[in-house]
């Protein structure tokens, strides 16, 4: 320890300080906040609409109603579909966690069995949009890359971005990143129209489009960076970021050593 | 003398037989060169220019700048089979297929990142040191017009490629000289063959890419090097550092060393970066097609303060006798650059204006010595800063959780407020160095050692300076302001009285300092 106090005049202590104070919170944040990515396969047992209704009791009517009709603060359940209630409970948007802005994606609160309950009994009181079976999400068979990227461009791209990444909505509301969706939520997401998103009927994109969006999406995932480290994947601001703070930052800092050193 | 000797003494005796260079060789080499940081930032402009020349020079060999449509039949799967153009599609080519071609096409855009930083960096330096003082104010116009120059090179380089945004960015560009009133639409439909998007604007900018600008460029920078040559280069102050001379190392060797070690530092870097961090990953954004957009869709960064500012404009339009005029982006995109520009090139004759100083400058300020030109910089840094931080507001409100209108209102508010405030700040801040200056000159620094006197007070001990240092702190001048009288001896008003008094005010503004320390005060002082 003496040692090391002999040197807390020298130069360099203030800034390796301040780098270690910053590396020790940025560690105990990431840590801290860390969360496990949910990615659960719902088996498409059939659900008994009774056991749903139950959940629904306890954990949603409390917000939409004693018999999904909605109320002041959420929209009426009736009518949405089992596909709706697969996709926002699914993905752990519903129940939301605060009512601030929009629903993000979190670990669901109800596993694999409840959520197709709830889903069942959601469906029962009006039809909807039903969950698209696994034999229809063929997506590596039935679906076409290219023409999904066509497609994702032409109406996915404007508030998704053109990787799939994800882009800001008006008034703190987002569109959010599509990489590790579950092709199945993503099929929900466009036959529902969840938030601020638009419904794509199938007549709008077809059941052929909608599996080439989700191959191309899954590709987009799956892509290699072919050149170098991405920083995000959402164009030039973080490239000038990094031109800035790595390129002339590197580069005036060996300007200085080299007209120091000669003197 | 031995045999090499002879041989290398006869071949340089042919050369300056027959071109007389001996002279200016000898005179040139032993020129002299001040050494600090900051005097190498023209230098990295210069380097990655070349890297700019050579590299792009690579691309043109496979890179073909036509708008003919074309399927695409290459390696990169999630394209195949699409209609696009082929200049989008021999990107792609340049970037899967060809040889190294990524890694160039890296090289290439990364450099010219750097280029326009390294610009931007090196004009803040000649700014706030004072160096574009006469006689350099020619040479100041020269450097603003390469930034210029830059700006528009860099917007034809990133649109070259013909993906999606870089159409978007010409859709910008072309709503933008559509917007200039009367000959907007005249001027578009010259520059695009026609309508939006039309086929010919690719091949028309590659020519002005890789021709006219880069031929502008270098004939540009030849004479911007050449004068720094000619009138010599500025120096800080220091002891022996005189207006009639410069301290350094000459040409050769140390000199010609560093700045040729350098050039392959500067590569390096460029190199280094392009090898491990991609940069505009054309193949993700897909072929440009009129009726698609991608949610974030920027400029590159030197770009940025111009979207920036268009974004966070009023929806504002005038309809008269049939016109439309478009404010929210006339005045954003069109007459605040104009005046940025035109006000940064026209400065160094505004402040020999204020200053009523016409003498040769070739010691550069301390910042803090000029107070006013240091807080007129830092004012203008934040406008730009505020307006590309809206640049990027859709980037920064999804990654830090704002909201999108929250980042368009402090913008808005902002532009109007914080570069004031940032002025009335950097003034207080220089007069406060100044005024630690004084105390440094006058008391010594402080040593950390404390004493406590017999009657218990606690004093520090300080340590006076050296000569060196204090010779720097005192060897500025003080700006004087200007006496302008608004009446002549005989109590006449004086013609343009009105031109004088803002003459008179401005330099009244300009000559706020704190004093400096007077040959008594170091004499009472030295007496102690």
Request: hydrophobic fraction near 45%; aromatic fraction near 10%.
């Amino acid at each position: 320890m003496k040692r090391l106090s002999r040197y807390r005049r020298h130069k360099a202590a203030g800034p390796l300080l301040l780098i270690f104070a910053l590396l020790a919170i940025g560690t105990t944040f990431s840590v801290a906040s860390a969360t496990v990515q949910q990615s659960q396969t719902v088996s498409s047992r059939t659900a008994s609409i009774e056991e749903g209704k139950q959940i629904f009791l306890k954990g949603c009517s409390s917000c939409h109603g004693l018999n999904a009709e909605g109320g002041a603060i959420a929209p009426s359940l009736i009518g949405v579909g089992a596909a709706s209630v697969d996709f926002q409970v699914g993905t752990g948007r519903m129940p939301m966690a605060d009512m601030s802005t929009q629903a993000m994606r979190k670990k669901p609160v109800y596993n694999a069995e409840e959520t197709a309950a709830l889903a069942a009994y959601v469906a029962s009181l009006a039809p909807g949009p039903a969950i698209p079976e696994e034999s229809v999400l063929n997506y590596e068979r039935d679906g076409h890359t290219a023409q999904g990227g066509e497609l994702f461009r032409n109406n996915c791209a404007m508030c998704h971005n053109f990787a799939g990444q994800g882009g800001a909505l008006t008034q703190g509301k987002y569109a959010p990143t599509l990489m590790g969706v579950e092709p199945k939520h993503i099929y929900e997401a466009m036959i529902t129209g969840p938030q601020s998103m638009p419904v794509f009927s199938d007549k709008t994109i077809t059941p052929a489009e909608k599996l080439s969006l989700i191959r191309w999406i899954k590709s987009a995932e799956a892509e290699p960076n072919l050149g170098g480290a991405t920083m995000g994947r959402i164009g030039p601001v973080t490239e000038g970021l990094l031109a800035w703070i790595l390129g002339i930052g590197l580069l005036i800092g060996i300007a200085v050593w080299l007209t120091t050193r000669a003197r | 003398m031995t045999s090499t000797e002879k041989r290398i003494g006869n071949a340089a005796n042919f050369v300056d037989e027959r071109l007389g260079a001996a002279g200016w060789v000898k005179k040139s080499l032993n020129k002299v060169f001040p050494d600090h940081w900051s005097f190498m930032l023209g230098e990295v402009c210069m380097y990655s220019f070349i890297i700019l020349l050579l590299s792009g020079t690579f691309l043109t060999f496979w890179f073909d700048p036509s708008q003919r449509d074309v399927i695409y039949n290459g390696v990169y799967e999630p394209l195949k089979g699409l209609k696009m153009s082929a200049a989008y599609a021999s990107t792609l080519d340049i970037s899967f297929e060809v040889r190294g071609g990524l890694l160039m096409r890296q090289i290439h855009h990364w450099a010219a990142n750097i280029f326009m930083a390294a610009i931007v960096a090196h004009l803040l330096r000649v700014f706030f040191t004072g160096a574009f003082r006469k006689p350099r104010e020619f040479n100041w116009i020269l450097g603003i017009l390469l930034l210029t120059l830059g700006l528009v090179e860099g917007l034809f380089g990133y649109s070259l490629p013909d993906d999606l945004l870089s159409g978007t960015g010409l859709r910008i560009t072309s709503a933008i000289i559509q917007a200039i009133p009367v000959v907007g639409t005249y001027i578009s439909f010259f520059l695009f063959g026609g309508a939006f998007p039309g086929v010919g604007f690719i091949p028309r900018i590659f020519t002005l890419h890789i021709l006219l600008i880069p031929g502008i460029f270098l004939a540009v920078i030849t004479i911007h090097v050449m004068l720094v040559w000619y009138q010599k280069h500025t120096q800080f102050p220091g002891v022996g550092r005189t207006e009639t001379n410069v301290v350094g190392h000459p040409i050769l060797p140390v000199y010609m060393a560093k700045a040729g070690g350098f050039f392959f530092v500067v590569f390096g870097i460029i190199a280094f970066l392009s090898a491990v961090a991609s940069i505009n990953p054309i193949w993700l954004y897909g072929p440009y097609t009129p009726g698609q957009i991608s949610a974030g869709s920027q400029p590159d960064w030197y770009m940025g303060w111009l979207d920036g500012l268009v974004r966070m404009a009023p929806p504002l339009e005038t309809h008269a006798f049939g016109h439309t005029i478009s404010w929210n982006i006339l005045i954003p995109a069109v007459i605040v650059p104009g005046i940025v520009f035109t006000g940064m090139a026209l400065y160094p004759f505004i402040e020999s204006w204020i200053t009523g100083d016409k003498r040769e400058h070739h010691l550069l300020d301390r910042p803090r010595n000029v107070p006013n030109r240091t807080a007129l910089g830092v004012m203008s840094i934040t406008f730009v800063m505020v307006a590309l931080i809206n640049g990027g507001n859709d980037i920064l409100a999804t990654n830090f959780d704002l909201s999108i209108n929250q980042i368009m209102w402090f913008s808005r508010v902002g532009i109007f407020v914080l570069p004031p405030l940032a002025f009335v700040i950097t003034k207080r801040l220089c007069l406060s160095l100044q005024r630690a200056d004084r105390e440094l000159l006058l008391h010594g620094s402080e040593t950390g050692r404390l004493l406590r006197l017999p009657h218990g007070e606690f004093v520090e001990v300080h340590a006076p300076i050296s000569p060196e240092k204090a010779f720097i702190l005192q060897s500025h001048e003080q700006p004087v302001a200007l006496a302008i009288e608004e009446v002549d001896a005989r109590g006449v008003r004086r013609p343009g009285a009105i031109k004088n008094k803002i003459q008179r005010r401005l330099s009244k503004a300009h000559a706020v300092s704190v004093p400096k320390v007077t040959e008594e005060e170091m004499k009472e002082i030295e007496h102690h």
